[in-house]
């Protein structure tokens, strides 16, 4: 009986075994096809509704080579061939827009892993948010039937989780000024002059206009106005009128003096 038990023990496990190798042939290889080119996708965006984003023209820095790996001997970091990044234009008034920034890959002459880091340039345009985090582009090269084979990655992420696209955000609100004449004495139907200034944080450009509107009439306080920084507008309030200012960048401070 022992021996009967050992001899079906044998055939299970016999049958195992082929049943894996079989298994095993049935694995595709994976193909790859070359890359000329990598694509990030880049979203532009607006904060509130109802304000114009200013024309901007997002740009990046030089891709620099930070590790070689599994290459030839005396491929290096150094002497590694680079990629090139182009520039991405977004039109006045197109946050919401999504674009692709294409990044074109070099020749490599041997197999291996490329690490790149790269930064998005941080503009001067108020109310822009820049993207500040580095960015990482992985090109590992096999050897292909035909030649070498380029797979790109590029990974914006910064909180762990992949990511190939980020974002811009353009942010500007409103600023209320109304009037109120109280009092015995308070002539209710006197116009008041009210001298309204705004203040770019330094080092910030505004270039988008601001817009008021005054006896339905829409005036701009346009981004040629602005000297040194600060642009003024006189407006003239009567008791219970409000005149709003909108598409203000955040970080624009103001005073309102009578």
């Given at each position: 009986m022992k021996k009967l038990f050992a001899m079906l023990l044998a055939v299970v496990m016999i049958f195992s075994l082929a049943t894996v190798s079989f298994a095993s042939e049935d694995v595709e290889t994976p193909v790859y096809e070359d890359m000329e080119t990598v694509t990030v996708t880049k979203t532009y965006t607006a904060t509130n509704e109802g304000t114009v984003s200013p024309a901007e023209t997002f740009s990046f820095t030089a891709l620099t080579c930070v590790s070689v790996t599994d290459a030839a001997e005396g491929v290096t970091a150094a002497n590694a061939p680079v990629p090139t990044i182009a520039t991405v234009d977004f039109?006045?008034?197109?946050?919401?827009?999504?674009?692709?920034i294409t990044i074109t890959l070099p020749e490599y002459t041997s197999v291996g892993i490329y690490t790149y880091t790269f930064s998005e340039v941080v503009g001067n345009t108020?109310?822009?948010?820049?993207?500040d985090d580095e960015i990482t582009l992985k090109v590992t090269v096999i050897q292909g039937?035909?030649?070498?084979?380029?797979?790109?990655?590029?990974?914006?992420?910064s909180d762990g989780?992949?990511?190939?696209?980020?974002e811009n955000?353009?942010?500007?609100?409103?600023?209320?000024?109304?009037?109120t004449v109280t009092g015995n004495l308070g002539d209710q139907?006197?116009?008041?002059?009210?001298?309204v200034t705004f203040t770019a944080p330094e080092g910030k450009v505004v270039k988008e206009a601001i817009s008021y509107v005054v006896d339905g009439e829409t005036l701009t306080i346009a981004p040629e106005a602005w000297e040194n920084g600060v642009a003024s507008v006189d407006i003239a309030l009567k008791h219970g009128e409000t005149i709003t200012f909108t598409n203000i960048p955040y970080g624009v401070s103001y005073t309102v003096v009578e």
């Open positions: 039109a006045a008034d197109e946050a919401t827009a999504t674009k692709d108020a109310g822009v948010t820049y993207h039937a035909d030649g070498k084979i380029r797979v790109a990655a590029v990974h914006t992420e989780q992949k990511s190939d696209d980020f955000v353009y942010s500007a609100g409103t600023l209320a000024v109304s009037k139907t006197k116009d008041f002059i009210v001298k």
